[in-house]
């Protein structure tokens, strides 16, 4: 007696068949490299994996998935942290790499825009705007291997969010991909458009759930000529967050980042073979690093120094870098701290965000909080003072075991976000929402909330094949048929 025909693997085939030749990948060793994410935590073999090279393919792709029930999720550079781009809805998810739509479009120093595919890497993107002399100011450490799409879907922050903002900032159109296959061309390069709903912004932050994101237009400005870095030691975050205070009236819009750094991030950072002692003469609490960029005719060096010099009643200690070599040391240290603390296995990361005037009060009441519950556990703070956010990882004491080390994570996560309800903060402030964080933001939200939400799910994807379980609860959860 035969067995009856698997569902999947014909729906597979009759996908194959309706595509473009070498598009879709099947086979295990071609599906293992979009089956993890950065993170290493987040594991699922897709079905299979979708490579289109235009926004046409895209649509003929969800055209086809979207009449047969197949679910997708799209997916960039898998750099994010929440698993909201790693296949891994029950019945099985089709990945729709954006990889092959990497081109840029066009580059406009007049218009300070620029139009990008997708699946261009953020790095190449930026070098094209720097050809053009200006900058596109979205920077972080993946941006070697983040794709643009995933920026946009996102939301993403980094470093310069003080002065430029967040992605949702610099967006000006979009062009997308619908679940039925039909495409939305909103991408403009417009300043000023006040024609009825923003539509775009259904799609930034939306984390591959309402559509697939093939390009965006983007804002771009005028490449600094100067640029200046300066590490400095304090006493406490409270002198941290008054030093920004007062950076923010005297260094005025020049201010590029303010970073935060407690002093066991420093010893982190100092656990690399490529970090060079100490970065100051001694150790201190609090260390901040400060950047501000200008062209023109300003004297940036001197405003820096100044501006330092005057706050002499803060600072106790600190280094201005002589050259550009040294300003990418100082924020080598930055970078390194981020990758060493997790060189000795898993560990739990926040991404929180408060009002800028709580800062202190949170990071004092989190670790009084992390201390008395795990004492044993080693908080790693640091974070983007000048936009709230963040970063408060707990690495757990060596040689504990899996099951020990879920608990420690979900205990001390569940601490965290307590005193993040206190101060009236979010859980997540630049990774997102995606699986992992969406029992805690269903938990949070406000109801009116979700369903709005819900309805726009329901409006744009009424079959829910699009990245379904993703923020929300996948349908069957949320008690719809």
Request: a negative charge; hydrophobic letters at 45%; proline letters at 5%.
């Amino acid at each position: 007696m035969n067995a009856p025909p698997d569902p999947q693997a014909k729906a597979l085939a009759a996908l194959a068949s309706a595509m473009p030749e070498g598009m879709l990948l099947t086979a295990d060793d071609d599906l293992l490299r979009f089956s993890r994410d950065w993170s290493g935590d987040h594991y699922a073999r897709p079905l299979a994996v979708a490579r289109p090279r235009s926004v046409e393919e895209v649509s003929a792709l969800l055209r086809h998935c979207n009449a047969e029930g197949i679910h997708v999720v799209p997916q960039g550079g898998l750099t994010g942290l929440v698993g909201a781009a790693v296949a891994s809805f029950p019945s099985g998810e089709v990945v729709i790499s954006l990889e092959r739509l990497n081109k840029v479009r066009s580059v406009s120093a007049i218009d300070f825009a620029m139009v990008v595919e997708a699946g261009c890497i953020l790095e190449e993107a930026k070098t094209r705007a720097e050809a053009a002399d200006c900058i596109l100011p979205i920077t972080f450490g993946a941006q070697g291997s983040c794709q643009i799409g995933g920026n946009v879907a996102t939301n993403a922050g980094g470093f310069n969010v003080l002065r430029y903002g967040m992605t949702r900032d610099l967006v000006l159109g979009l062009e997308v991909v619908l679940p039925d296959g039909r495409v939305w061309n909103g991408l403009k390069t417009l300043r000023k458009d006040n024609r009825g709903y923003d539509l775009k912004q259904l799609f930034i932050g939306s984390e591959g759930t309402l559509g697939v994101i093939t390009a965006a237009a983007l804002k771009i400005f005028p490449r600094p000529t100067q640029i200046e870095t300066a590490l400095v030691g304090v006493e406490s975050v409270e002198k941290a967050m008054e030093l920004y205070a007062r950076a923010r009236r005297e260094c005025s819009d020049l201010l590029t980042a303010f970073e935060l750094i407690l002093r066991g991030g420093i010893e982190i950072a100092m656990r690399s073979p490529a970090a060079m002692g100490d970065p100051l003469s001694s150790p201190y609490p609090v260390y901040v690093l400060i950047e501000v960029s200008a062209g023109g005719r300003v004297d940036l060096r001197a405003l820096l120094e100044g501006f330092l010099g005057d706050a002499g009643d803060i600072v106790l200690d600190g280094v201005v870098a002589s050259n550009r070599a040294q300003a990418a040391r100082l924020w080598m240290l930055r970078e390194m701290m981020v990758e060493w603390q997790g060189r000795g296995g898993r560990y739990l990361r926040t991404d929180v965000s408060v009002p800028i005037s709580s800062l202190a009060a949170f990071v004092s009441d989190a670790l009084a909080a992390l201390k008395a519950s795990h004492p044993d556990a080693l908080p790693v703070t640091y974070g983007h003072v000048g936009d709230g956010n963040i970063h408060l990882n707990i690495v757990p004491p060596e040689h504990m075991g899996p099951e020990e080390m879920e608990a420690l994570f979900h205990a001390t996560e569940e601490v965290i976000f307590d005193v993040i309800d206190n101060h009236g903060g979010s859980i997540s402030a630049e990774h997102g929402v995606g699986k992992v964080k969406q029992q805690a933001f269903l938990d949070r939200a406000d109801p009116v909330a979700l369903e709005l939400a819900g309805r726009i799910k329901d409006a744009l994807d009424p079959k829910h094949i699009m990245s379904e379980g993703r923020i929300l609860a996948a349908r069957n959860a949320r008690g719809h048929d």
